[in-house]
């Protein structure tokens, strides 16, 4: 009984939260690595995509509540999603034309593009804060959870219970679905066949035949659904605010890099190696090992390795020690 305790307490706090953020972070970090490789920079804006979406959404959201529009049990959000996502890929295509096809067209160094991607961050930052403000906004609405620990409790008859949220499993069977729909366009039409070209070898790519510019087009889009997506499902899962949006540019950039980036599969198992790390790293371990140990060695501790306040310092770490012996990731993706 104790074990089937350990077990539950567990599942609620590490692998249901860790798999819910790790789907965030792998729609995240697919963003990044179809811009990594396809247009060949890395793109520090992303972050700022992911909270202009999200935002958009909000707004949309918003107005469908003053209007009396819902879905019930499930967040209004899903229904303003795809006006969100249509803002940030006017945003991304309009920015790509302004700013990004300037120095495509030169040639421009890799690195030149990161530091121009870098004030876009900033302007989409100050854009996103002066619509709608530095604050926390809460959006979520409908049926908070799908079950509760209590419930799971009085279902069991166990100490611990596992209490999953709406916005968890909305989560998850959206990430499988983006997935899945993203891997077929990729490997199955005639345009995603050709990113694919383009990605690989650019030069015989444009020798095939291949319009560069439609193909730089649809990746802004791919990337402004993923954005928008990933964006709306982490402030779904906890809140939205500005300034998070922007932390949370580097465990997507870790998930990618230990994915290896241009690898779309990598992108997903990087996400959830970062986010079972965080959590994992950051969770007090004191209750289960409580049900584990024999009560005189049981700790007087958290036996927590790291405060939640430095969860971000996890993905860092991890950055660094696949940078530095391999670069190029789980997957070989191309190296940094």
């Known amino acids: 009984m104790d074990f089937l305790n350990a077990l539950v307490a567990l599942l609620n706090f590490v692998v249901v939260p860790a798999t819910a953020y790790g789907a965030q972070l792998a729609l995240g970090a697919l963003g990044v690595t179809l811009v990594y490789g396809i247009l060949r920079f890395s793109n520090f804006a992303h972050g700022d995509t992911m909270a202009f979406g999200t935002m958009a959404t909000i707004l949309f959201t918003w107005g469908l509540q003053a209007a009396g529009i819902s879905l019930g049990p499930v967040p209004t959000a899903l229904l303003a999603l795809p006006a969100g996502i249509a803002a940030a890929a006017l945003l991304v295509l309009g ?14 160094n890799p690195v030149i593009l990161v530091i121009v991607s870098m ?30 620990v209590r419930d799971f409790r009085e279902a069991t008859g166990l100490d611990e219970g596992v209490g999953l949220r709406t916005s968890q499993a909305i989560t998850v069977i959206t990430a499988v679905i983006v997935v899945a729909v993203l891997f077929w366009f990729l490997n199955h039409t005639r345009t995603g066949k050709s990113m694919r070209a383009f990605s690989d070898n650019e030069d015989l790519a444009l020798l ?4 560069p510019e439609r193909v730089v087009m649809v990746t802004w889009l791919i990337v402004a659904a993923l954005a928008t997506v990933a964006g709306v499902l982490y402030g779904l899962d906890k809140s939205f605010r ?9 465990p997507i950039f870790a998930a990618a890099i230990v ?30 090992l409580e049900y584990l ?7 007087s501790g958290l036996v927590q390795l790291l ?11 991890i950055l660094v020690v696949v940078l530095l012996f391999r670069p190029t990731g789980l997957f070989r993706g191309k190296s940094v």
């Open 259 to 288: 994915g290896g980036l241009g690898s779309p599969l990598g992108a997903i198992a990087g996400g959830f190696v970062i986010a079972f790390s965080e959590v994992t790293i950051t969770y007090a371990w004191k209750k289960v």
């Open 293 to 299: 140990l024999p009560q005189s060695l049981e700790p």
């Open 307 to 317: 405060s939640t306040d430095y969860k971000f310092a996890v993905s860092f770490m």
């Open 208 to 211: 095939s035949g291949i319009n």
């Open 242 to 250: 500005p300034l998070t949006y922007f932390q949370l540019l580097l």
């Open 95 to 108: 920015t790509d034309r302004a700013v990004y096809r300037f120095y495509r067209r030169r040639k421009a």
């Open 119 to 148: 004030g876009v961050m900033f302007i989409y930052n100050g854009l996103v804060r002066l619509v709608i403000g530095p604050g926390d906004r809460n959006f979520d609405d409908g049926a908070r959870f799908i079950f509760t």
